[in-house]
């Protein structure tokens, strides 16, 4: 089994910024894809950023030039640095990690992280 755990949400203000950080543990054997998503009230949830493990990387048009998601493959960790934040950024961030462990393929998610950008 995988655990994801977030950390890094909080309140900031318009034009602030916060880095999130997801850390992947368990019987893993290697990481694919990781990502960020992202679930404002009353909004379906939407993708923020991915990474493969090659580092190639891939953002949502609302966030490129802003976001920047990063992953360190010897902590089994993803990051999102959140720059000129605004309040249409505010929501729930979750992070995705895909991979295998040694017994199956795995999609985990985290728990969720609040970013709340706000005056």
């Known amino acids: 089994q995988v655990q994801l755990v977030e950390s890094g949400g909080g309140l900031v203000q318009p034009g602030g910024s916060l880095r999130l950080s997801c850390a992947a543990s368990?019987?893993?054997?290697?990481?694919?894809?990781m990502g960020w998503y992202r679930q404002a009230p009353g909004k379906q949830r939407e993708l923020v950023a991915t990474i493969t493990s090659g580092g190639s990387t891939g953002y949502r048009g609302s966030v490129k030039g802003r976001f920047t998601i990063s992953r360190d493959n010897a902590k089994n960790t993803v990051y999102l640095q959140m720059n000129s934040l605004k309040p249409e950024d505010t929501a729930v961030y979750y992070c995705?990690?895909?991979?295998?462990?040694?017994?199956?393929?795995?999609?985990?998610w985290g728990q969720g992280t609040q970013v709340t950008v706000s005056s």
């Open positions: 995705n990690v895909k991979g295998v462990t040694s017994m199956i393929r795995f999609d985990s």
């Open positions: 368990g019987s893993i054997v290697s990481i694919d894809a």
